[in-house]
């Protein structure tokens, strides 16, 4: 969600839910742009930290990557172009917060494109009731995941690549791309306050993502999440959309 609306953004067609937890403030934000053959451009951001700053800056930068998503139907360079343009900015450095990003795009044939940076989210629900993560998070988890085959529970905070931060570092960031033949396919877009204590908890978001409209779907994984969490309980931001 992005401006001072509310927990629940509806469209026909997507939906975005959103609770604070018990952190500060609410510095998870979405938005959403038309592209210019009929399509659609979705985007959520997971901002680092907790004060008006970070919240503010972050509902900005959804919006420009929304607006350079939808113009582009190219969310890898979408995302690297504002990237680009935070690092041109005055005393950066030293003022910019953080945030994860994950970025999809309807295109032309039905075709889909989904890009990311962090560990923001995006699965895909099919028919025929397959859910699939297309993202890989990039933290401290994945990499010694894959080193060692096991990571503490801390490694899944320590971010590897963000929007913003000056030592974020570089990320590859992939597309990847649907099979056009699909139909009904459910796109969900979660921070990690909305997938981490459903999964901690041994469940799937597939349950609660399945039945009912985009709203009523964004509604069940937000307060989900949150019963689940444990006393320190993140932002918790979905984005939910019929494709």
Do not use: F
């Amino acid at each position: 969600m992005c401006g001072a609306k509310g927990p629940e953004d509806t469209v026909p067609g997507h939906a975005t839910h959103q609770l604070t937890g018990t952190r500060t403030h609410q510095c998870d934000a979405t938005a959403t742009r038309a592209t210019r053959d009929g399509g659609r451009a979705y985007v959520l951001l997971d901002g680092i930290g907790s004060n008006p700053a970070v919240r503010d800056w972050t509902r900005d930068q959804a919006r420009r990557l929304a607006d350079l998503t939808a113009r582009s139907l190219q969310p890898h360079l979408a995302i690297t172009r504002l990237r680009e343009e935070i690092a041109l900015e005055p005393g950066w450095q030293n003022t910019v917060p953080g945030a994860c990003a994950v970025a999809a795009v309807t295109g032309p044939n039905r075709i889909l494109r989904i890009a990311w940076i962090g560990d923001c989210r995006a699965y895909l629900l099919y028919p025929d009731g397959y859910l699939g993560r297309h993202t890989t998070d990039h933290n401290m988890r994945t990499v010694l995941e894959a080193r060692d085959g096991q990571a503490p529970r801390w490694a899944r905070n320590r971010i590897t690549h963000c929007l913003g931060h000056p030592d974020a570092g570089e990320a590859l960031i992939p597309d990847w791309t649907t099979d056009p033949d699909r139909t009904g396919t459910r796109l969900l877009l979660a921070s990690d306050g909305c997938y981490e204590p459903i999964e901690d908890a041994g469940h799937t978001v597939a349950t609660a993502l399945a039945d009912g409209t985009p709203a009523d779907a964004a509604k069940r994984l937000v307060r989900l999440a949150i019963k689940l969490g444990d006393g320190n309980k993140d932002n918790a931001t979905c984005l939910v959309a019929d494709l």
